[in-house]
């Protein structure tokens, strides 16, 4: 559970950086979004170095875990529902993530 939570917490690091900097060119915000997008993705490069595994084991089950992180942001934040889609897509990067992420060792 704690390797799945930091997974979700280094997903949620990368997407603010990413957001913003999103906003800040489609939508016209402020460039001032560039500083705490520069700090979220510095975050995102040190929460993925606590990861316990090889960096591309790491690499390879945070994508499971991100992309479901970013369907709810979908919903969340840009106020988007999934779609049945959606939710299977999840459930089978979430499956390739455990897979990859608690093999036996």
């Keep these: ?24 060119l489609r ?5 001032w979004w560039l500083i705490p997008a520069a700090a979220s993705l510095a975050l995102f490069a040190w929460l993925l170095t606590l990861h316990p595994t090889a960096a591309g ?18 919903w ?6 999934p779609s049945a889609w959606d939710w299977a897509g999840m459930a089978f990067t979430l499956a390739g993530m455990a897979l990859i992420a608690f093999q036996p060792r």
Excluded: H
Aim: positive net charge; hydrophobic residues 55%.
């Design 1 to 24: 559970m704690k390797t799945f939570l930091l997974f979700v917490v280094t997903a949620l690091a990368e997407i603010v950086g990413c957001y913003l900097p999103w906003r800040w």
């Design 27 to 31: 939508e016209g915000a402020s460039a």
């Design 57 to 74: 084991r790491t690499y390879a089950a945070y994508g499971g875990v991100y992309v479901c992180v970013a369907i709810l942001w979908l």
């Design 76 to 81: 969340g934040v840009e106020a988007i529902r």
